[in-house]
């Protein structure tokens, strides 16, 4: 069982919006930075959002995140059918630990 | 821009140790950087190993940190993962990434398949 909780599935047609939840506690989303991970089938992890919500180089503004307490939402826009991915969302614990979500299969209908 | 190629043996014996390398190319392992192991077993989640710090310092899994080292080598500009007294739950995809999981890993490599089987 993962120490961040996300739904295992999320699923909107082509051209709308949805978005993936991740929580946590005090001891880990509350007091740390999280971090968002596109993993397309057989690839590894990609970087989509850091520091809450900011987009490395590259990554379109269709994706976006933000934290509230402790929990942590990434949104999509303009859903393509190439987002259909695994998302995962990571954190630092205090007790010095990375922690991940056990990780939501978008499915673009 | 860095990039980071993980090698090692596909098989490794139960109750053996698991070796692997990460190689780093287009960037210098001793800059200002932390350095992660990351796994993934078959159909599941992602799991963090631990992370080293390029002057050494490093931080594990307390799940894992009786049986994971990481290290250094410079001079090769590569870091390591050896994982003692493996079991076939230790079977997964091994990622090396440089980054910290507190504020993202920007970096991964393709990934090396691990399986722990006699």
């Known amino acids: 069982q993962s120490v961040l909780t996300q739904p295992p599935s999320v699923s909107a047609a082509p051209g709308q919006k949805v978005t993936i939840s991740c929580s946590g506690s005090?001891?880990?989303?509350?007091?740390?930075?999280v971090s968002w991970y596109q993993q397309l089938p057989g690839t590894a992890p990609k970087l989509l959002i850091y520091?809450?919500?900011k987009r490395p180089s590259g990554i379109p503004d269709r994706f976006s995140g933000s934290k509230s307490g402790t929990s942590a939402t990434l949104g999509i826009t303009g859903l393509q059918t190439g987002d259909e991915a695994d998302y995962y969302c990571?954190?630092?614990?205090?007790?010095?630990?990375?922690?991940f979500g056990g990780g939501t299969k978008l499915t673009v209908l | 821009q860095v990039q980071l190629q993980e090698s090692g043996p596909g098989l490794v014996k139960p109750s053996g140790t698991l070796s692997l390398t990460c190689g780093v190319s287009?960037?210098?392992?001793?800059?200002?950087?932390?350095w992660n192991w990351v796994r993934q077993p078959p159909g599941k989640g992602l799991e963090w190993i631990g992370e080293?710090?390029?002057?050494?310092?490093?931080n594990y899994n307390p799940s894992l940190k009786s049986r994971v080292t990481i290290s250094l080598d410079k001079s090769k500009n590569q870091f390591s993962l050896k994982l003692s007294s493996v079991t076939a739950a230790d079977t997964a995809m091994y990622y090396c990434?440089?980054?910290?999981?507190?504020?993202?890993?920007?970096?991964w490599g393709q990934g090396t398949t691990v399986t722990v089987s006699s």
């Open positions: 990434a440089s980054g910290r999981m507190a504020d993202g890993m920007d970096v």
């Open positions: 287009g960037g210098s392992l001793s800059s200002s950087n932390w």
């Open positions: 080293i710090y390029h002057r050494g310092s490093t």
């Open positions: 005090s001891s880990n989303i509350g007091n740390n930075y």
């Open positions: 520091d809450n919500n």
């Open positions: 990571g954190t630092w614990d205090n007790s010095l630990n990375g922690v």
